[in-house]
């Protein structure tokens, strides 16, 4: 059995970031160390805990059922700690009143609604309003704090501040990659069932990047459309064809095999997510503490939670 005084927490949050990222060198550009220690972390690790928790080729980084057990309790861990840290460094902030945050009904769904709630259970007295929704709201007009922004900026007056980038990743129910020859060829996209948003014009023209720098001008016809990417996803999941969706909205249904992100060498290029605040120079401690965590959450579980050749 393995000593746990022997473990130490920068090796668990090595093995975390390993995990979350992909691969070792994902992961050493987001810890800001090198490849060869986070490989090193990785090896004491297995060897302190007696097993093998990654399994690693030159195409492919893979986590075993030891390790996936390993990894979801070292999730929990490093967000206690984290919690702790942040909550003994924000003592002194005694937050209150109402937090009023705007942003698109996927984005809320999938990142802000939990961040609100970890926020509420830092801060009780503070009470929060998430309003949803895929119109830009009027963060004056409709007394919005904070709002979050996908996409280019238009607007000048408000002040911005970044939190992260996303792209759109083309995805299929595993049904729809067994059932047409997905080659590595764009071209053949054309002929294929594609699920589109209805507000996008038809056809539907999309411009697409590799890994190389190469880009490419996709038409597609979509044969489903739906108004919203909650709705787009539950169709790709459920085999209407495929579908360009936002990285964030998809990472999960990836993980545990409902989709499959298909010509995964190829993406649209990164547009940036903004928390947006009303125009002035003073930010209230509970927009600020809120745009803190968001910024913590995204480094904490990555840009990309899927493991890839």
């Given at each position: 059995m393995?000593d746990?005084?022997?473990?130490t927490?920068?090796?668990?949050?090595v093995?975390?970031?390993?995990?979350?990222?992909?691969s070792?060198?994902?992961a050493?550009?987001r810890l800001g160390?090198?490849?060869t220690?986070?490989?090193?972390a990785?090896q004491?690790?297995?060897?302190e805990?007696?097993?093998?928790l990654?399994v690693?080729?030159t195409?492919?980084?893979s986590?075993?059922e030891?390790?996936q057990?390993?990894?979801?309790t070292c999730?929990i861990l490093?967000?206690i700690?984290?919690?702790a840290?942040f909550?003994?460094?924000?003592?002194g902030?005694?937050?209150s009143?109402?937090?009023?945050?705007?942003?698109?009904?996927?984005?809320?769904a999938?990142?802000?609604a939990?961040?609100?709630a970890k926020?509420h259970?830092?801060?009780?007295?503070?009470k929060?309003?998430l309003?949803?929704?895929d119109?830009?709201?009027n963060l004056i007009?409709?007394?919005?704090?904070v709002?979050?922004?996908?996409?280019r900026l238009t607007?000048?007056?408000?002040?911005?501040?970044k939190i992260?980038?996303?792209?759109k990743?083309?995805?299929a129910?595993p049904?729809?990659?067994?059932?047409?020859?997905?080659?590595?060829?764009l071209s053949?996209?054309?002929?294929l069932?594609?699920v589109?948003?209805?507000?996008?014009?038809q056809?539907?023209q999309?411009?697409?990047?590799n890994?190389?720098?190469?880009?490419?001008?996709i038409d597609?016809?979509?044969?489903?459309?739906?108004?919203t990417v909650?709705a787009?996803r539950?169709?790709?999941?459920?085999?209407?064809g495929i579908?360009?969706l936002?990285d964030f909205?998809?990472?999960?249904?990836i993980?545990a095999?409902?989709?499959?992100?298909v010509?995964q060498h190829?993406s649209?290029m990164?547009d940036?997510i903004h928390?947006?605040l009303p125009?002035?120079?003073?930010t209230?401690?509970k927009s600020r503490?809120?745009i803190?965590?968001?910024?913590k959450h995204?480094?904490?579980v990555?840009?990309d939670k899927?493991l890839?050749?």
């Amino acid at each position: 059995m393995a000593d746990i005084r022997t473990l130490t927490f920068d090796q668990l949050a090595v093995f975390v970031a390993v995990v979350e990222s992909g691969s070792l060198t994902r992961a050493a550009e987001r810890l800001g160390v090198g490849k060869t220690a986070v490989s090193t972390a990785i090896q004491r690790l297995e060897t302190e805990v007696g097993a093998a928790l990654l399994v690693r080729t030159t195409r492919k980084l893979s986590v075993t059922e030891a390790g996936q057990n390993f990894f979801k309790t070292c999730q929990i861990l490093i967000s206690i700690a984290e919690e702790a840290v942040f909550s003994a460094s924000h003592a002194g902030d005694d937050l209150s009143g109402t937090l009023r945050v705007a942003s698109s009904v996927e984005y809320s769904a999938v990142f802000l609604a939990p961040v609100l709630a970890k926020l509420h259970r830092l801060h009780p007295n503070l009470k929060i309003d998430l309003i949803s929704g895929d119109r830009f709201v009027n963060l004056i007009e409709d007394g919005i704090d904070v709002a979050i922004r996908l996409g280019r900026l238009t607007d000048s007056t408000l002040r911005a501040n970044k939190i992260c980038d996303y792209a759109k990743w083309l995805v299929a129910s595993p049904d729809i990659v067994t059932a047409h020859t997905l080659r590595d060829d764009l071209s053949i996209l054309s002929g294929l069932p594609f699920v589109a948003l209805s507000v996008l014009a038809q056809p539907f023209q999309c411009q697409l990047a590799n890994d190389s720098g190469e880009r490419r001008t996709i038409d597609f016809t979509n044969g489903f459309s739906a108004n919203t990417v909650y709705a787009c996803r539950a169709a790709a999941v459920a085999g209407a064809g495929i579908a360009l969706l936002p990285d964030f909205s998809v990472a999960d249904d990836i993980a545990a095999g409902r989709l499959v992100r298909v010509f995964q060498h190829w993406s649209t290029m990164p547009d940036p997510i903004h928390a947006l605040l009303p125009p002035g120079k003073f930010t209230a401690p509970k927009s600020r503490i809120l745009i803190e965590i968001l910024k913590k959450h995204v480094n904490s579980v990555g840009n990309d939670k899927t493991l890839h050749v």
